[in-house]
């Protein structure tokens, strides 16, 4: 958000104050300029009238809120305009701290996200505990014999379906209920949620009832006890186990599924002449390996609608499948999992059954047309999940990602580098995703006063289609973002999406990376052949800088600082020297430049790792790392897959460009990574989880290398290399993420930072792990080495003779004392390099004196001296 100039006058006294100070956040929010003058009247008079036109309403079993519009009239298009409050606002680093600290935040912000549902539960319980005999034998068996007296009256032979339900019942109740005696003509029994534990106990009344169709035990500790196998063999009618079908399934279990059959119409055989009827069945999450041979075309011809999601069926082929479901003549709306047992593609499933008008919930004519091959209008919610021990602070931060939102200040000069998070109010918050959305939001800061200081931020609610009386009011939660900027993978961070789909663009991902490798492990290095740049007169080099370290510390006799940048000879500075920036100056291509052509492929973290991709494949010391601008798909599956597999799933998030570990943050969250898009382009890169420690504290190194020469490949490292250190120790608590102390190591820009010489680190940590450095080192080298090699096999347009450059490197250890790269910087900071002495570890072994460091760089790059440094 970029506001205009202030009113000359200060504070804003009229609706035009209002529009010339705001003009650029009116046009930038999309509000429509019909509305302009009916905001500016509530933000002044600070109307919040929402709670007269709209109603929160509970959904997903409590789980979840919704906004319904329930003012008595229906509201027209862009008729009026809301003002929704802020309930929160933090940077990310301050969340979990406020939360703590702040009185009854965490509180509300639970409430909010429905996070506090079994607290509210257990109050509720608390208040009616007098009335609540539940888990009492009396109390079931008072149940027991309502059921009895009910299906007596259908007459004594009638089928029985008993729901018991979330009713206590532990193995001595279940005996003593002696279900099958009061119901010989048991077909189904739901005993869901009770205390039954003991196997024998179960089967011994399990069996007692052979009629039975379906049975529920789900949520009994039993389950885990190796009961299912005795259930299957035991009950040779069993077409329902715990929801899930059996390989009996047939007429009923499909009868069941249609609403024909269930507990209001419980029968123990289903008539041909029903199943004729039947148009609808939901098959969904019901374990099925093969369908029923019930399930054809002759038995169903009337079936017009199919569900078969969330099932494996993989015992018929997809060719089969699809040869079956052409048969039914009626169908026209299916529902399945894509990728799944039809195959990876919609549109190739519209092709094999053409009479489909609905393809999960998508308009086939648009499928064809959009060319979508992964379609789902029926995604179900990705609800917050909890454990009751987990305090409430945490259980926010767990479920915020679901309904934060974000802007960036700014004024005239800068923006601001670090984005403001927020929650909106109880009504904005309600408000849930749709694709036809009929509400538009934007957040929107007034300024009173007419400066960005005194700014008050809100959220503006309008809404962009009619809307009727009790109607859900929507949003578009990525409005503006379509397929090209992966909308359906974003969609994830607020549904459960189809994860076979990711885990197979995983899969692609991982086979086309095994197949990169246009570098040689055996590659011959050749002998540096750069000579110094130095006149053949004798003269000085002639150096413009804008760097004061350089001003400073350059003091030998060859070289000599100029401030006209048209008679250097080297130009050494901390800008980008692009074309525009050389017709500025008036520079000329002979006149030596601290950067290298393209060299973006190294500095820049997406493109760092595309390169080294491209070069190596999929290295040891280089973690699994994705740009979230165009590989989000492959990214979610990795993070499937490895869920799946229950392996470490912590990963970083790291701006394509910024330094300082600026908007980066380290979250095991999937809803989080994709929601941190937001904020700027970034890689996502999976976590050093376990780093090797020094006392216990996380650390990196700092490594310098000077390049002469790309192609032939000609570097240097310096011989001074240090140690940072983050302040606190090191642990993998999620509350810990929020620590920039804790994760990150550089702390020269927050005051607390303990510098440690070289030597000393090297000494001390060779004696708490007992390795040897000059081990680790070498496999430092070699790594550096390699990164270098990826720019100039897939970047050899990099080459330029006036070019000579120096990067930090900076790397760490995993506990293994395995070198992983983290980053390559442009013109890095050598503030500690020149500040400190030093003893060299390798080569010479010399003191190294810090105010010499500058010198010994430039006599590295431009006069071919290696005092202090070791070629690569």
């Known amino acids: 958000m970029s506001p205009a100039a202030a009113a000359s006058d200060g504070r804003i006294r009229s609706y035009e104050d209002f529009a010339r100070v705001h003009a650029y956040l009116l046009a930038a929010s999309g509000i429509p300029p019909s509305l302009h003058e009916r905001l500016y009247r509530k933000l002044a008079d600070e109307v919040f009238d929402g709670g007269e036109v709209f109603a929160v309403e509970p959904c997903e079993e409590g789980r979840q809120r919704r906004l319904v519009l329930a003012a008595e009239e229906p509201l027209g298009r862009e008729s009026d305009v809301f003002l929704v409050d802020h309930a929160w606002s933090f940077r990310l680093s301050d969340a979990f701290k406020q939360l703590r600290e702040v009185p009854g935040l965490a509180e509300r912000m639970a409430a909010l996200m429905c996070v506090d549902l079994d607290r509210r539960i257990e109050t509720e319980e608390s208040d009616e505990h007098d009335g609540d005999r539940s888990g009492s034998l009396e109390h079931v068996l008072q149940i027991v014999e309502k059921e009895k007296a009910r299906i007596q009256e259908r007459g004594s032979d009638s089928a029985a379906w008993i729901e018991l339900e979330e009713l206590g019942i532990d193995d001595d109740m279940l005996v003593a209920l002696d279900l099958s005696a009061k119901f010989p003509n048991m077909v189904a029994l739901n005993l869901w949620g009770n205390k039954l534990q003991d196997t024998e106990t179960v089967m011994q009344e399990i069996r007692k009832c052979p009629q039975l169709k379906a049975l529920w035990l789900n949520e009994n500790p039993v389950v885990g006890k190796g009961i299912n196998k005795a259930v299957l063999d035991g009950l040779s009618e069993l077409e329902i186990y715990n929801s899930h079908f059996t390989s009996k399934a047939g007429e009923w279990a499909l009868s069941f599924c249609a609403d024909i059959v269930g507990a209001d119409n419980p029968c123990s055989s289903v008539e041909s002449t029903l199943l004729e009827s039947i148009v609808t069945i939901d098959l969904s999450d019901r374990c099925i390996h093969k369908l029923p041979e019930v399930l054809s075309p002759s038995k169903l011809p009337s079936l017009s609608k199919l569900n078969i999601r969330g099932n494996p069926l993989d015992q018929i082929s997809r060719d089969n499948l699809l040869k079956l479901f052409s048969g039914f003549t009626q169908l026209q709306e299916l529902e399945v999992d894509i990728p799944g047992p039809l195959g990876n593609s919609a549109i190739s499933i519209l092709e094999a059954l053409p009479n489909l008008c609905l393809l999960n919930g998508v308009n086939s004519s648009s499928i064809i047309e959009t060319g979508k091959h992964i379609v789902d209008s029926a995604l179900q919610p990705r609800l917050p999940e909890w454990s009751p021990e987990e305090p409430l602070a945490e259980r926010v931060i767990g479920a915020m990602w679901l309904y934060l939102m974000t802007y960036r200040l700014a004024d005239e000069e800068k923006i601001d580098e670090t984005p403001v998070w927020y929650v909106m109010d109880e009504l904005g918050s309600a408000m849930r995703h749709s694709d036809n959305a009929n509400f538009r939001i934007a957040p929107f800061l007034f300024m009173p006063e007419g400066k960005l200081a005194t700014a008050i931020s809100y959220t503006i609610l309008w809404p962009t289609h009619d809307v009727q009386t009790g109607e859900e009011c929507t949003r578009d939660f990525l409005f503006g973002i379509g397929e090209e900027k992966q909308r359906s993978a974003r969609l994830t961070a607020w549904f459960r999406t189809p994860e076979n789909y990711f885990i197979q663009e995983f899969r692609k991902c991982q086979e086309q990376l095994q197949s990169n490798s246009i570098c040689s492990s055996t590659k011959t290095k050749e002998a540096p052949s750069t000579k110094s740049v130095r006149p053949s007169d004798g003269r000085a080099l002639r150096v413009y800088t804008d760097i004061p370290h350089v001003e400073e510390f350059l003091t030998r006799p060859e070289f000599v600082l100029t401030i006209d940048p048209k008679e250097a000879d080297i130009i050494w500075v901390s800008m980008q020297v692009d074309s525009e920036v050389k017709n500025a100056l008036g520079l000329t291509d002979q006149q030596y430049t601290n950067q290298f052509p393209f060299e973006a492929c190294l500095v820049m973290k997406h493109n760092l790792a595309e390169t080294i991709h491209k070069a190596w494949g999929s290295p040891e010391w280089l973690q699994p790392t994705y740009n979230l601008e165009t590989h989000l798909s492959p990214l979610i599956g990795d993070y499937c897959t490895r869920k799946r597999d229950g392996m470490d799933n912590l990963w970083i998030m790291k701006p394509w460009n910024m330094a300082r570990t600026i908007d980066t943050t380290v979250t095991g969250d999937l809803s989080a990574i994709i929601r941190l898009m937001e904020t700027g382009p970034k890689i996502c890169q999976k976590y050093i989880e376990r780093p090797v420690l020094f006392q216990g504290r996380k650390f990196d190194l700092r490594y310098i290398v000077l390049v002469r020469s790309i192609c032939p490949l000609e570097i240097f490292l310096s011989d001074v290399f240090w140690v940072r250190l983050a302040n606190n120790q090191y642990t993998l608590e999620k509350t810990s993420f929020f620590e920039y102390e804790t994760h990150f190591t ?34 430092i080298r070699s790594m550096i080495r390699c990164v270098f090699e990826s720019a100039a096999a897939v970047h050899p347009e990099m ?39 030093t003893q060299a570890l390798v080569g010479s072994k010399n003191t190294i004196k810090g105010t010499d460091f500058f010198n010994t760089v430039f006599g590295c790059l431009f006069l071919g001296e290696q005092t202090n440094v070791s070629p690569l």
């Not at 927050?750 to 792990?769: A, D, L, Q, S």
């Open 799 to 837: 080459q330029n003779p006036f070019s000579r450059a120096m990067y930090g490197v900076d790397v760490m250890l995993d506990n293994r004392f395995k070198p992983k790269i983290l980053e390559v910087t442009y013109c890095p900071d050598c503030g500690r390099a020149c500040k400190y002495d």
């Open 746 to 779: 550089v702390m020269n820009y927050i005051g607390r930072m303990n510098h440690m010489n070289t030597p000393e680190f090297v000494k001390e940590f060779e004696e708490e792990h007992q390795v040897k450095w000059l081990e680790i080192h070498e496999s």
